[in-house]
C-alpha cells in the first residue's frame, strides 16, 4: 500500500505522497485480482505470513483491511497461525483504526516510531510528535495486540550517544517484544541522498551501536538478525522468511515476489510501481507484473548467503542446498578462506558469521558476488 502522508527524506521505498484520498474499493479490489493471478504460482501451498506494508498501510480504514483479508482467505489456503502483520504510523488520526484493524485479523503491529526526540523527528521528515509515538504503543495494546514491534533509528544527524541510549530506554519501557533497532544510512534517490544531513563520524557511529546493542541485551532481548532484536519466541516469522531464502508472493504497487518453480529454478517479480499504472492494469485485465527474471546457477549462492548471513544463528548446510538447489562445495574456496580469517564459524552443519564478520558483513558478502 504504496501511499504517505509525507514521503521521509531518508526513504527508498516505492512510496508517494497521497493527494485527496484513496479510492480504497478499487484498490483492495485489484489486490485481490493480483493475488488470483499470483495463486498459481505456490501449486496449493499455505500461506503461512502476510505482511502489510508500503507506504503507510494504516492511512486504510479497518473496514478495506477486513475486506483485504477476508478476500485473500476465500482466494488462497492459509495457516491456522496465520501471522499477520501490519505497518503503523504513530499519527493521531490513525491511532483511533488499531481496533478496528486488530478486529480486522491484523494479530501482530508494527509502528514506525524511529526516536522520541522531537527534533530528530523533525529532522527525519516524521509527522508525528514524541508524544504520539507513547499514545501509538499504548492504543496498540489496549486494541488488543500482543504482538507490537517498534522501529527505531539510530546514528542520527547530531544525535550523543546519550540521545540514543534515551531512545532505546524509551522503547524498552514501553515493553513490547520485539524492537528493529537500525543505523540511518544514506541511500541512492532520497531527499537526503541529494542533500545530505552530516552524520556521526565512523568512530562516534560504532560506540553508539555498541551502547544501542548493550541496551537491548541488558533488558532480556535476543538479537536474531542484523537490526532485529526479539524477546524469546517473538521473532517476526515473516520476515524469517526472507532470511531464509523462503518463497513469497508480492502484490500490489511495486511488491516484489520470489517462486520456487517445479523445474527447480527460482523466480524473482515485481510489479508495476506506480499506483496508478497498477490499478490501470486492473481496468484493462491486464497482468500486473512490472518485471521478472530467473536468478542464474552463479548468483544463487549470494543470494542466499545475502540473506542468510544476516541471521545471528546463520543458516544450516541443508537448508542451503535445499532452496538454491547447490551443493556447499560450490562455495568451498571462497568459505575456506572466510573460515581461516576468522568471518565465518562453522559448527556442526551450521554456518554463522563471527562477531568480526558479522561486523564487517558487506566486506565479507561482496566475495561471493559472481565475476561480471
Request: charged letters at 20%; glycine letters at 8%; hydrophobic letters at 35%.
Amino acid at each position: 500500500m504504496p501511499w504517505c502522508t509525507r514521503k521521509c527524506p531518508y526513504c527508498d521505498f516505492n512510496s508517494h505522497e497521497l493527494r485527496g484520498s484513496v479510492n480504497e474499493r478499487e484498490y483492495v479490489k485489484a489486490l485481490l485480482a493480483d493475488l488470483q493471478q499470483d495463486a498459481t504460482l505456490i501449486q496449493g501451498r499455505e500461506i503461512e505470513t502476510i505482511f502489510i506494508g508500503g507506504g503507510t498501510p494504516s492511512l486504510f480504514s479497518g473496514d478495506a483491511i477486513a475486506s483485504l483479508l477476508e478476500g485473500i482467505s476465500t482466494r488462497i489456503d492459509c495457516a491456522a497461525n496465520l501471522e499477520v502483520t501490519m505497518e503503523a504510523n504513530p499519527g493521531s488520526s490513525e491511532l483511533r483504526k488499531f481496533s478496528a484493524f486488530r478486529s480486522a485479523g491484523v494479530n501482530r503491529i508494527s509502528i514506525g516510531v524511529q526516536s522520541f526526540t522531537s527534533k530528530h523527528l523533525q529532522a527525519l521528515g516524521r509527522v508525528h510528535s514524541a508524544k504520539e509515538a507513547l499514545k501509538a504503543a499504548a492504543a496498540a495494546s489496549q486494541a488488543g495486540f500482543k504482538r507490537i514491534n517498534l522501529d527505531i533509528m539510530y546514528a542520527l544527524s547530531g544525535q550523543t550517544v546519550g540521545e540514543a541510549s534515551r531512545d532505546v530506554e524509551q522503547a524498552v519501557a514501553i515493553n513490547p517484544e520485539h524492537l528493529s533497532c537500525y543505523q540511518l544510512t544514506i541511500e541512492p534517490n532520497t531527499q537526503f541522498h541529494a542533500q545530505p544531513p552530516k552524520l556521526p563520524d565512523e568512530e562516534l557511529g560504532w560506540e553508539i551501536q555498541q551502547t544501542v546493542h548493550q541496551l537491548l541485551s541488558s533488558a532480556d532481548y535476543q538479537q536474531y538478525e542484523v537490526s532485529a532484536w526479539a524477546t524469546a519466541g517473538a521473532e517476526c516469522r515473516h520476515n524469517l522468511n526472507y532470511w531464509r531464502f523462503g518463497d513469497y508472493l508480492g502484490i500490489g504497487a511495486g511488491a516484489h515476489g520470489k517462486v520456487s518453480r517445479l523445474d527447480g529454478s527460482i523466480e524473482r517479480y515485481w510489479k508495476q510501481k506506480h499506483p496508478n499504472k497498477y490499478l490501470q492494469s486492473s481496468q484493462s485485465n491486464a497482468r500486473f507484473g512490472g518485471r521478472a527474471g530467473i536468478i542464474g546457477q552463479k548468483q544463487l549462492g549470494f543470494e542466499f548467503l545475502l540473506n542468510a548471513l544476516r541471521l545471528k544463528q546463520g543458516f544450516e548446510i541443508e537448508l542451503f542446498e535445499q532452496r538454491t538447489g547447490l551443493k556447499i562445495e560450490s562455495l568451498a574456496p571462497t568459505l575456506s578462506k572466510q573460515f581461516e580469517k576468522g568471518w565465518l564459524i562453522e559448527s556442526g552443519s551450521t554456518i554463522k558469521c563471527s562477531e568480526i564478520g558479522y561486523r564487517f558483513l558487506d566486506d565479507l558478502l561482496t566475495e561471493y558476488l559472481p565475476p561480471p
